[in-house]
């Protein structure tokens, strides 16, 4: 059972596979260290079991030969790729845990030597797997997924800890203070969250689509380009939903495409002559403020080509999303039109 479970957890992401191995690796210590490991053939059953799991996760996730996305760099030197890859396995370990994120230092300092008064400082294994994996890739939602670890080792251990020297006051101390403080800050961004959500669009897909729907009715054909070539035109796959025919004209896939084969900018290069009634341009700012405002943004070779076209900016849909608290990422959808 323990394998299924396990298994199963471990086909949700990879970065839960990781979670997942870490738990196995630290079902088979503990319970080899306390006597209680399965016999042999048990134990060789429920490791192929666990095994075909990962082996499946690992199938439907191998990377094509297409695939465009987090290539290394051919000039990236060792010292580079070693700093970058250090940075992100630090930088989940801190994001989703507490705010300022160098706290996470005495935080997880503190965790190691109460688990090490326990005895039970092999519980880490989960997290260190986590951060080993988050090395290669890490965003917002997997830094979330330390918390909810951190809870089911911290719980699994009080259940076979062994109870050695009492910590000195002082450290004590820290730790509940530097606990209390992560439980608050992890609520406060939780009700940040909720009250932003409530009183802010989390996403401009509904209301750009309300715009677009009486002229799609219409026939009018709808391209989509990038305001930038350091941004993404896939962030208008959020408006496909909207239109199960299909919305664009030059973007052959309604969903994120990863692979060097998609061809949507250089189609719309090939639509652009043809002037297609409406071109919708992906405006995307990793932190916000600034906000996007068309007197400073709305510059650039992308925005001279729409204007050389005839084209003008009709309408902006913006909307935010929050980290912590404050907000961390603008969308926009653009509407660009023909002048008439």
């Known amino acids: 059972m323990v394998a299924v479970l396990l298994g199963l957890l471990g086909n949700v992401a990879l970065h839960a596979c ?5 738990l196995a690796l630290l079902y088979v ?3 080899r260290r306390n006597g209680r490991l399965e016999k042999r053939k048990s134990l060789l059953l429920a490791a192929e079991i666990l095994l075909a799991f990962y082996g499946f996760a690992i199938w439907t996730v191998w990377p094509p030969s297409d695939l465009h996305l987090y290539r290394p760099e051919m000039g990236e030197s060792l010292r580079l790729k070693i700093e970058v890859e250090l940075s992100r396995g630090l930088n989940a370990m801190a994001l989703g845990v507490l705010d300022p994120p160098w706290l996470a230092i005495p935080f997880w300092i503190l965790l190691w030597r109460y688990l090490y008064r326990w005895r039970q400082v092999i519980y880490l294994l989960p997290i260190a ?4 994996f988050s090395t290669q890739y890490v965003y917002l ?6 918390v909810p670890t951190l809870i089911t080792i911290l719980w699994l251990a009080r259940e076979e800890r062994v109870d050695d020297l009492p910590a000195p006051r002082w450290e004590q101390a820290a730790a509940v ?11 406060s961004w939780t009700a940040y969250a909720v009250a932003f959500d409530s009183s802010h669009p989390y996403s401009p897909d509904l209301a750009a689509a309300q715009y677009l729907a009486p002229r799609v009715q219409a026939g009018d054909k709808i391209a989509v380009t990038p305001l930038r070539r350091n941004m993404s035109e896939t962030y208008a796959v959020g408006l496909e939903p909207y239109f199960p025919q299909g919305l664009f004209t030059n973007r052959k896939y309604p969903f994120w495409l990863y692979s060097t084969r998609d061809r949507t900018e250089e189609a719309f290069l090939e639509a652009l002559p043809g002037h297609p009634p409406i071109i919708v341009a992906e405006f995307a700012r990793i932190v916000t403020p600034p906000r996007f405002d068309v007197a400073h943004d709305l510059t650039g070779p992308k925005v001279e080509l729409l204007y050389n076209n ?3 900016l009709t309408h902006t849909f913006c909307a935010e999303q929050p980290l912590h608290l ?6 926009c959808h653009l509407i660009f039109e023909r002048k008439r």
């Open 18 to 22: 990781a979670i997942s191995g870490g």
């Open 29 to 31: 210590v503990e319970r």
């Open 129 to 132: 797997a986590l951060e080993a």
């Open 141 to 146: 939602w997997h830094a979330g997924l330390v």
């Open 177 to 187: 203070g530097l606990l209390t403080y992560a439980i608050v800050c992890q609520i």
């Open 310 to 312: 005839g084209y003008i």
């Open 326 to 331: 404050h907000n961390q990422i603008q969308l």
